[in-house]
């Protein structure tokens, strides 16, 4: 008599993802009662105990592939192309990668589908493209498409939001380049819970992916964002794909960043910076001029860093407030910086600046929206705070940057003779540095001032 097949079964977490064997009332990771969802794994017509035999051979039936030396694996250039945006291709490390799955967050409204229909509109005048919508219909993309002035041959559209319709009808075509917006509401037959849920997000993205990887096509995929600004779904979404990349920016702004967060091809944490205007978004080839729209007048607190961000230096104005406390318990406010980093910094310069400021409020803003996450801002953070402390300006032409330590040293940072090189060229006259960067044979119209302290950067303003 044959042997019917048996279908393997896990229950997996809705909250955390965990699989368990069998169900139970709570979960043993994140301890969240009533989350376990019973997902199907496939099939099998061994028994466990041929299974256990297979398991102590080491092997578990037909082997499809085989163990290569690590001298005889070709490691030839992969083959990039462009996406017809410089930005984008410097934040994804020159380009596109056939077979790579690139994943695009950001906030509603950032700008996600807008960009990715003006790359699919232009690649597709070169070669098979696909995008599949599951959020918007087939005539609002239609009327976008329109509005953007973008060619509208050649693209193949597709509203679809169960994958195994997705690849299939994608196998026919063959595209070299697949949107899929959004993975977050894209559902498969195989999983029994609701489009959106951690194991329809994450068997979703391994159907999508796997066919990417055997096909060579380079897919993008959409993800929405919760409220503190993190990717919705499974933590294990940003293992599975090859670069994640976040579209920052709002509707108060017309300015969008494109920084890298993940990247298995080229450098992370690199930036691109795009201008949202009535024909989609337009890429900024100069980023520091948008920054550096500063009024005539010198007002005291404001002050010009140079940070380094991926493979380019950038110009950003920073900004201070120091006033009175009201109540005995001053507030610190950082807004583009570490709070915590400020409340650090600022017991500093207490105890190694000879300042007091344990009865002011303290506001520090980086101008243009830009996110700091480096600690070459330290120094500019501080002399902009004295500076609106004592109430004097600083001048136009100074760019200050250098990290500071806990015993008032400071520190040099990377790149910093490409950072002053950069400053130069925004004609900017004199530069607060650390000693260490001061760079060997000086930079023709700036005045380089080399400090080991911070009671010597005090003294040089």
């Given at each position: 008599m044959a042997k019917t097949a048996k279908t393997k079964t896990a229950y997996v977490c809705s909250d955390c993802g965990t699989e368990h064997g069998k169900w139970q009332g709570q979960c043993v990771a994140c301890k969240e009662w009533n989350t376990l969802t019973r997902i199907s794994l496939g099939t099998t017509n061994q028994s466990p105990s041929v299974q256990a035999d297979f398991r102590r051979q080491g092997y578990a039936g037909e082997r499809s592939a085989a163990v290569q030396d690590l001298s005889e694996i070709d490691v030839a250039a992969v083959p990039r192309f462009s996406s017809t945006m410089g930005e984008l291709d410097r934040v994804l490390?020159?380009?596109?990668?056939?077979?790579?799955?690139?994943?695009?967050?950001?906030?509603?409204?950032?700008?996600?589908?807008?960009?990715?229909?003006?790359?699919?509109?232009?690649?597709?005048?070169?070669?098979?493209?696909?995008?599949?919508?599951?959020?918007?219909?087939?005539q609002q993309v239609g009327m976008r498409a329109k509005r953007l002035g973008l060619p509208e041959k050649n693209l193949k559209m597709l509203a679809e939001?169960?994958?195994?319709?997705i690849c299939e009808l994608a196998s026919e075509i063959q595209p070299r380049l697949l949107v899929v917006d959004s993975i977050q509401v894209m559902h498969s037959g195989d999983v029994p819970s609701a489009p959106g849920s951690v194991s329809q997000v994450r068997e979703c993205a391994a159907y999508l992916i796997r066919y990417?990887?055997?096909?060579?096509?380079?897919?993008?995929?959409?993800?929405?964002?919760?409220?503190?600004?993190?990717?919705?779904?499974?933590?294990?979404?940003?293992?599975?794909?090859?670069?994640?990349?976040?579209?920052?920016?709002?509707?108060?702004?017309?300015?969008?960043?494109?920084?890298?967060?993940?990247?298995?091809?080229?450098?992370?944490n690199e930036?691109?910076?795009?201008?949202?205007?009535?024909?989609?978004?337009?890429?900024?080839?100069?980023?520091?001029?948008?920054?550096?729209?500063?009024?005539?007048?010198?007002?005291?607190?404001?002050?010009?860093?140079?940070?380094?961000?991926?493979?380019?230096?950038?110009?950003?104005?920073?900004?201070?407030?120091?006033?009175?406390?009201?109540?005995?318990?001053?507030?610190?406010?950082?807004?583009?910086?570490?709070?915590?980093?400020?409340?650090?910094?600022?017991?500093?310069?207490?105890?190694?600046?000879?300042?007091?400021?344990?009865?002011?409020?303290?506001?520090?803003n980086v101008v243009g929206g830009v996110k700091v996450t480096e600690t070459s801002a330290d120094l500019a953070l501080l002399l902009a705070i004295v500076s609106s402390f004592r109430d004097r300006a600083l001048p136009h032409e100074l760019v200050v940057f250098g990290e500071v330590g806990l015993?008032?040293?400071?520190?040099?940072?990377?790149?910093?003779?490409?950072?002053?090189?950069?400053?130069?060229?925004?004609?900017?006259?004199?530069?607060?540095?650390?000693?260490?960067?001061?760079?060997?044979?000086?930079?023709?119209?700036?005045?380089?001032?080399?400090?080991?302290?911070?009671?010597?950067?005090?003294?040089?303003?």
């Open positions: 490390g020159g380009g596109l990668v056939p077979g790579s799955v690139i994943l695009i967050g950001g906030n509603p409204g950032a700008g996600k589908s807008t960009l990715l229909l003006q790359i699919m509109c232009m690649l597709a005048q070169q070669m098979p493209a696909m995008y599949v919508t599951g959020e918007e219909s087939l939001t169960q994958v195994e319709t990417a990887k055997q096909t060579g096509t380079v897919l993008f995929l959409v993800g929405h964002v919760t409220k503190d600004g993190t990717l919705a779904g499974p933590k294990v979404l940003e293992h599975m794909i090859d670069c994640f990349i976040m579209l920052e920016g709002g509707s108060d702004t017309r300015f969008r960043i494109l920084r890298g967060q993940k990247n298995r091809f080229g450098a992370v930036l691109g910076v795009f201008a949202m205007t009535e024909k989609g978004l337009k890429e900024v080839k100069n980023p520091s001029a948008i920054f550096l729209a500063r009024t005539e007048e010198e007002s005291p607190g404001s002050l010009v860093m140079v940070l380094w961000e991926g493979t380019r230096p950038l110009l950003v104005e920073i900004q201070a407030l120091v006033d009175g406390g009201q109540g005995g318990n001053p507030r610190r406010l950082a807004v583009g910086l570490d709070q915590n980093r400020l409340g650090m910094l600022l017991a500093v310069l207490h105890r190694h600046g000879g300042l007091y400021m344990a009865d002011q409020d303290v506001f520090v015993a008032g040293e400071i520190r040099p940072v990377p790149s910093g003779q490409e950072r002053l090189q950069e400053a130069a060229k925004h004609g900017f006259r004199k530069a607060i540095v650390p000693k260490a960067n001061c760079p060997k044979s000086p930079i023709a119209g700036m005045e380089i001032i080399g400090v080991s302290k911070l009671s010597e950067a005090l003294a040089a303003m």
